[in-house]
C-alpha cells in the first residue's frame, strides 16, 4: 500500500504559485505525471528556457510544499522545458490529452513490452521492426529504453542524428536496412553515466516521439523500458498505442511478468496484440534435435488462458545472440535463414492483429442503395 497519495501531492502543490502568474501550478498544467516510489516522490514542472531562473524559486517551493507531507520520503522535483499537453488542468488531463495526440505522419505505434529484463525484448522488437520493412511497410523504431539503450549496438549505428533542415528544431532519424531509428544511446555516449529522473526519462521520451522528422511512417515499433513500472504505465498511458507485443521466456517467472504486462496495458485500455515467447526452445546446430530446455509451450498455453494471441516462438540461437551483438539483425542480414522467417511470419501477425483491431472498432458499413 502507498502511504503518500497522488491526490494529496496535488492538493498541497495546488497551493504553489509562480511569481505574477494568475493561477497555481497545478491549475496551470506545469506538474508532470507524479511518479511514487515507496516514500519517495518525483515529477518536474514545466518552464520556458527563458524564465527557467525565476521558475527555480517556485521549483523549491513546490519541493516544500510536498516534504511537509507526513511519512514523506525524498522529494526530487526537476524543471523542465517539456510542456505537457495545452490547456489541460491536472496531470491525468493532460496525459489523456497527450494520449489522444497523434505522431505527424505515423499512422501506427506498437510497444513491444516485457516484465522483466533480460528476455530478449529489443532483440524482438527490432526482428519484428525489420519484418515489417520486409512486407514493404514504411518502419521505424524508437528505443525507449532510456536506462539501457540498445539499438546502436543491436543496428550497429555510431553516427550521431543531425537536425532535419537548417533552423529546424527536430532531429532526422539514423536509418538502416531500410529502417529508421531513434534511440537516447545515439545522443549520449555509452561511458555517460545515465542519471535520468522520472519526469525528465518522461520528456525525453516524448521528444523522442514528437520531435524527430520521423517522416510518412506506417508504422513504428516503440522498444519499451523493461519491466512494469509507474515509468512504463505512463509512457503506455501518454504515447497513443494501437497496440502492445509483449515478450516472454517460457520460464514460469517471466510468464508470471508476462502477466503484470498485461494488466499494465488493460489498465490503460491499449489492446494487447498477443505474445511471443523468446528462447522457446533450442535447435542443434550439429545434431538438428529441438531441445526444450525451459519446458516449452508455457508461452502458448498462457496465451490461451488469457484469452490472448499467440505470435510465435523464437529458438535459443547462438548465431543469433552472435548477429545482434555486431549490429547484424539476422532479418535484414540472413533473410533466406529459417530465423528471419519466424520472425517475417511474427511481423505478419502483428500487422494482422493491429488491422483486425482496428476493423472491429470501426462501424459497420453503411449500405446505400442507389437509385
Ligand atoms: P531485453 O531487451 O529483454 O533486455 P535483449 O534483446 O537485449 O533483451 O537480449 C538479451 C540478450 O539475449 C542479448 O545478448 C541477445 O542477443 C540475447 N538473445 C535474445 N534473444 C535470443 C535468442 N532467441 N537466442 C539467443 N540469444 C538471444
Given amino acids: ?52 531562473r525565476a521558475m527555480e524559486a517556485t521549483r523549491r517551493a513546490a519541493e516544500e510544499a510536498v516534504k511537509a507531507l507526513p511519512g514523506i520520503g525524498k522529494v526530487i522535483v526537476a524543471l523542465t522545458a517539456d510542456r505537457p499537453a495545452k490547456s489541460s488542468g491536472t496531470p491525468a488531463e493532460a496525459a489523456r490529452h497527450a494520449r489522444g495526440t497523434a505522431v505527424p505522419g505515423v499512422s501506427r505505434i506498437i510497444a513491444v513490452a516485457s516484465g522483466k529484463g533480460g528476455v530478449g525484448k529489443s532483440t524482438t522488437a527490432v526482428n519484428i521492426a525489420l519484418g515489417l520493412v520486409a512486407m514493404g511497410l514504411r518502419t521505424g523504431i524508437l528505443d525507449a529504453d532510456i536506462y539501457g539503450p540498445s539499438m546502436p549496438k543491436l543496428l550497429g549505428l555510431t553516427e550521431r542524428p543531425r537536425l532535419s533542415g537548417p533552423g529546424s528544431k527536430k532531429l532526422k532519424p539514423l536509418e538502416r536496412f531500410g529502417l529508421k531509428a531513434m534511440s537516447m544511446g545515439f545522443l549520449v555516449d555509452e561511458s555517460t553515466p545515465m542519471i535520468w529522473r522520472g519526469p525528465m526519462v518522461m520528456g525525453a521520451l516524448v521528444q523522442m516521439l514528437r520531435e524527430v522528422e520521423w517522416g510518412a511512417l506506417d508504422c513504428l515499433v516503440v522498444d519499451m523500458p523493461p519491466g512494469t513500472g509507474d515509468v512504463q504505465l505512463t509512457l503506455a498511458q501518454q504515447t497513443p498505442l494501437s497496440g502492445a507485443v509483449i515478450v516472454s521466456t517460457p520460464q514460469d517467472l ?52 488469457l484469452s490472448v494471441a499467440f505470435l510465435g516462438e523464437v529458438p535459443l540461437d547462438a548465431e543469433l545472440r552472435r ?7 539476422v532479418t535484414a542480414c540472413e533473410p533466406a535463414s529459417p530465423l528471419a522467417a519466424v520472425y517475417r511470419n511474427i511481423a505478419g501477425r502483428v500487422w494482422q492483429a493491429v488491422a483486425s483491431g482496428e476493423n472491429s472498432r470501426k462501424p459497420p458499413p453503411r449500405i446505400i442503395i442507389e437509385k
Fill in 1 to 52: 500500500m502507498t502511504a503518500i497519495s497522488k491526490t494529496a501531492i496535488l492538493a498541497r502543490l495546488s497551493a504553489v504559485r509562480a511569481p505574477g502568474a494568475e493561477d497555481d501550478i497545478v491549475a496551470q498544467g506545469l506538474v508532470s505525471e507524479i511518479i511514487i516510489a515507496g516514500n519517495d516522490v518525483t515529477f518536474a514542472l514545466t518552464a520556458q528556457a527563458r524564465d527557467a
Fill in 323 to 329: 548477429r545482434s551483438d555486431q549490429g547484424e539483425p
Fill in 254 to 305: 517471466a510468464l508470471i511478468d508476462a502477466r503484470k504486462g498485461l494488466a499494465m496495458f488493460e489498465k490503460v485500455s491499449v489492446p494487447v496484440l498477443g505474445i511471443v515467447e523468446n528462447m522457446s526452445y533450442f535447435l542443434c546446430a550439429n545434431c538438428g534435435t529441438r531441445h526444450e530446455i525451459f519446458g516449452h509451450g508455457g508461452a502458448k498455453a498462457e496465451a490461451e488462458k
